[in-house]
Each structure stands twice: as structure tokens, then as C-alpha cells.
């Protein structure tokens, strides 16, 4: 941890807080074949938030040929987060897309989106947490009462923090959060204007770089260890039109995501190539961070894998802690047929 926060130390501030918007790749200009020769089938993907590292696996999946080889010519887009992606795909403006997958059991569980399924999972662990600095007085969820923090409004991090509060015997009335931007949120806690930000745990290496001081981390998994993270999702009319085209589409991806984890440098520079204010000595540091979170004991060495009993037990805690209003059972947000098996 301690070379990886030196790594990313050295990388500039305004590249750690960018939320960047992504540009055009060159390798997938001169050929709009297949290799069996037919013609690629477009396809828009939309990032989880952002092109950061812990997203760069997608274009590695471009520049390395594995959409094209799997006969897609595929955009790639920005996300702006669970609730926005979930939106845009839905509507029809993009095809497939990363989401918190705890996220999405929120919105679909209070009648917020509808008509989306999951159909793989990124990371096996959820990486939600509260970051703070030293010097705050945090070092366990309980010191959390009294302080300030800061999330965007439709966070996952922020939207679940009355059940982790709950569960980790924090007494919520007496945490006061404030409205922030995404892509300002690390900038906030270096000014000291709050005591703490929603953010991943992958992000922990930046927040040192930009505030100069230690991170103190409380990860979300510490409580509520059942939570995948970030899965893919698509919509229910694409699964169910085109289950060729998403079991096609999720192989080619997670192959990106196999080859960025064990190969985190070269995906750092796919990522600036495509996406010119990209620090890749960030990215890289991100991606092997976030390597622990993509594979667990349940999934074995498969990726993207989806246990119906663990998401069940994440449907059960959240409506536990009354933050459902409505019951509904895994499968009406998975495809399990459509996901990898383990």
C-alpha cells in the first residue's frame, strides 16, 4: 500500500479530480469486420463513472481487440453513476454498463428504476466506504458521529449509510452530510471544509496524493460482507431479445477485465491513449488495488460470477434495516442464465 500511495503521489492533482470524457479509440478505425468477416454490430458502453483506472478494463477490451474479435465495434461513454447509467440504458441511449450492484437492489427495491438485470459481476466485494484524513479524530465507524461528510446525492455510498450505520452501531441523527460533486468530492476533504467523503476503496491512494495526509478507510464490507460491488447490467429487453449478443458482449469484457488486472501498466496507458488527461501512474495504482475485490472464495477463479444465495442475503440485510420498500427476490434483478458460472 505504501508504494502504491507513493506511485500515485506523484501524479497531478488536477488529473486525480478529473472526470474525464472519453474520446475515440484509433485501433478500431481501419477494420469494421469481424475476422469471420461480417459486419460489427455497434454497441454503446457506458463507464461506471468517469474513465478512471478502476474502469480502464473496457478499453482494454477495445484496443486489444477482444469486442471486435467477439464482433462488436463498441463506444465507449462516461457514466455518471448507478442511477444515471441504470437511466441511460433503460432509455435507450446505450446498451450495457457498470453499476453498484447494491445500488441498483435500492433503486429497484423502492420503485426508483425498473426493467434492467445484472448479468456480471466486476468486483465480488463491494468497495463503498467512508474515507477521512488524520488529524479528523476518526478511527472507528462510531467516531463518525458528530462530523461532517460529503457525497454526491445520488451515491451509493450516501444512499447506504443508514443501514451501515446501523449495523455498525452508528447513531445516523447525528452525522451531518452535505451535497458534493464527484469529481470535486477528494478536493472537499483536502480543503478541511468536511470530515469525510463517500468513496471507493480503490480511491485511498489518490485521497494521500491530493490531501497530503494518511487516509483512514472505512470500508462498507467490514459490516455487510454478502454486497457485490459493481456488476454489469444491461436491459431486460437486450436480454431478452439478444441473449447471444449480451453472453457474447460479457465475455469480451471480462476478458478486458482479466487482462487489466494482470497487466495493470499497459491498461494505465490503453486508458491515456484514449482518454489524453488520464494519469496512468493513477490508474494502474487503482487497478491493483482493486484486484483483491474482483475475485472471492465464492467465485473461484471465475469472473463475473453471481451467487443467488449471496444476493439474497443482500436483499434480506437491506430490508432488515427498512431500507426496501418492497420485497422482491434475486432474480427479478439477475439474469443468472446470462451470467458466468462459477
Not at 8 to 18: D, H, N, S, Y
Not at 146 to 164: C, E, I, M, Q, R
Request: net charge positive.
Amino acid at each position: 500500500m505504501r508504494r502504491l500511495t507513493r506511485t500515485v503521489a506523484a501524479a497531478a492533482l488536477a488529473t486525480a479530480l478529473a472526470l474525464v470524457s472519453g474520446c475515440g479509440s484509433d485501433s478500431d478505425k481501419s477494420d469494421a469486420k469481424a475476422p469471420n468477416g461480417a459486419a460489427l454490430e455497434k454497441v454503446t458502453y457506458l463507464t461506471s463513472f468517469g474513465n478512471f483506472g478502476r474502469d480502464s478494463y473496457a478499453w482494454v477490451a477495445k484496443e486489444k481487440g477482444f469486442f471486435k474479435d467477439a464482433g462488436f465495434d463498441v463506444e465507449i461513454k462516461p457514466g455518471q453513476g448507478t442511477g444515471s447509467v441504470i437511466q441511460t440504458i433503460v432509455g435507450g441511449q446505450a446498451d450495457f454498463g457498470p453499476i453498484d450492484l447494491t445500488g441498483g437492489l435500492l433503486q429497484f427495491g423502492n420503485g426508483q428504476a425498473k426493467d434492467f438485470v445484472a448479468v456480471a459481476a466486476i468486483q465480488q466485494r463491494t468497495m463503498a466506504a467512508i474515507v477521512s484524513v488524520e488529524g479528523k479524530n476518526i478511527a472507528t465507524p462510531k467516531d463518525l458521529e458528530g462530523k461532517k461528510l460529503a457525497d454526491a446525492p445520488s451515491s451509493v455510498v450516501k444512499n447506504l449509510f443508514p443501514t451501515y450505520a446501523k449495523l455498525a452501531g452508528i447513531d445516523a441523527s447525528k452525522v451531518t452530510w452535505v451535497n458534493g460533486e464527484p469529481a470535486t468530492l477528494i478536493g472537499t476533504l483536502a480543503s478541511g471544509s468536511v470530515d469525510g467523503i463517500g468513496q471507493f476503496v480503490v480511491g485511498q491512494p489518490t485521497v494521500e496524493a491530493v490531501t497530503k495526509k494518511k487516509p483512514v478507510v472505512l470500508p462498507y464490507s467490514n459490516v455487510m460482507q454478502d454486497l457485490y460491488g459493481n456488476a454489469l447490467i444491461t436491459s431486460t429487453k437486450m436480454a431478452k431479445e439478444k441473449p447471444d449478443t449480451v453472453k457474447r458482449f460479457t465475455a469480451a469484457l471480462l476478458k478486458g477485465l482479466e487482462y487489466a488486472l494482470a497487466h495493470p501498466q499497459e491498461a494505465a496507458d490503453m486508458l491515456k491513449k484514449n482518454v489524453d488527461a488520464t494519469n496512468p501512474a493513477a490508474a494502474a495504482a487503482e487497478l491493483q488495488l482493486m484486484a483483491a475485490y474482483v475475485r472471492s472464495s465464492n467465485s473461484g477463479t471465475a469472473l463475473g460470477t453471481l451467487d443467488s444465495g449471496r444476493v439474497a442475503k443482500s436483499i434480506a440485510l437491506l430490508q432488515g434495516a427498512g431500507a426496501l420498500k418492497q420485497n422482491f427476490t434475486p432474480d427479478q434483478i439477475i439474469d443468472f442464465d446470462l451470467a458466468p458460472k462459477a
